[in-house]
């Protein structure tokens, strides 16, 4: 998955606002060069967040909404968690890159919940990230431990989003979505008719 947020970080547009939810995404922050000039937000009140701190340069009172040790930039600045969620909310991210549980053709988004009597809800700031994101990107494997496809026609789980994602990052591929379906933009390793057989037959 390191490759794949390497991946990740270079096709985020320069100069871009940007949240990376909780897990796999937070390892984004370690790819995005200076050069690029993005601009990292955590919701729990940060803006200019650095790569993940290790060692010396663990401050347990600087982390981001995973409470994982993170260090600060230059001019970062901090504020309240209403303020936070105003920005996620009134459009002001470019770009958001979350986990799924599932994701539709369409680009529909089922993160929070998988719908089982004994699940943790953990909604989070999703649902805010998910509409007032300009471009939500989702990280995560095509298919389940079990086997089970995790692109689908229609999500299964509860929803955060609809229509929301536009693209997919996955170790298998790189996929395209919207009103005109699944798109596969790149394969690492299969074919893409090899790979869209695999995905329709463990709907």
Same mark, same amino acid.
């Given at each position: 998955m390191d490759q794949l947020?390497?991946?990740?970080?270079?096709?985020?547009?320069?100069?871009? %606002?940007?949240?990376?939810?909780?897990?796999?995404?937070?390892?984004?922050?370690?790819?995005?060069?200076?050069? $690029?000039?993005?601009?990292?937000?955590?919701?729990?009140?940060?803006?200019?967040? /650095?790569?993940?701190?290790?060692?010396?340069?663990?401050?347990?009172?600087?982390?981001?909404?995973?409470?994982?040790?993170?260090?600060?930039?230059? /001019?970062? $600045? %901090?504020?309240?968690?209403?303020?936070?969620?105003?920005?996620?909310?009134?459009?002001?991210l470019d770009v958001c890159v979350m986990g799924a549980f599932q994701v539709s053709f369409d680009g529909d988004l089922a993160n929070w919940s998988t719908g089982a009597p004994d699940a943790i809800p953990a909604v989070g700031g999703a649902m805010d990230l998910a509409i007032g994101a300009k471009q939500v990107f989702v990280m995560m494997t095509l298919f389940a431990r079990n086997g089970d496809a995790k692109l689908v026609p229609s999500c299964s789980y509860p929803l955060t989003g609809v229509g929301c994602v536009n693209r997919v990052y996955a170790p298998e591929a790189i996929i395209e979505l919207g009103s005109g379906g699944a798109q596969i933009v790149e394969t690492f390793g299969e074919e893409p008719a090899a790979l869209l057989a695999r995905i329709h037959s463990a709907d």
């Open positions: 947020a390497a991946r990740i970080a270079s096709d985020i547009p320069a100069g871009s %606002y940007v949240n990376l939810g909780i897990g796999r995404p937070t390892q984004i922050s370690d790819h995005l060069s200076p050069e $690029s000039a993005v601009t990292l937000h955590t919701e729990n009140g940060m803006l200019g967040m /650095g790569p993940q701190a290790r060692g010396d340069d663990v401050d347990l009172d600087l982390t981001n909404a995973g409470k994982v040790p993170v260090t600060e930039l230059p /001019g970062a $600045s %901090y504020f309240h968690h209403a303020d936070s969620f105003a920005m996620m909310r009134g459009g002001h």
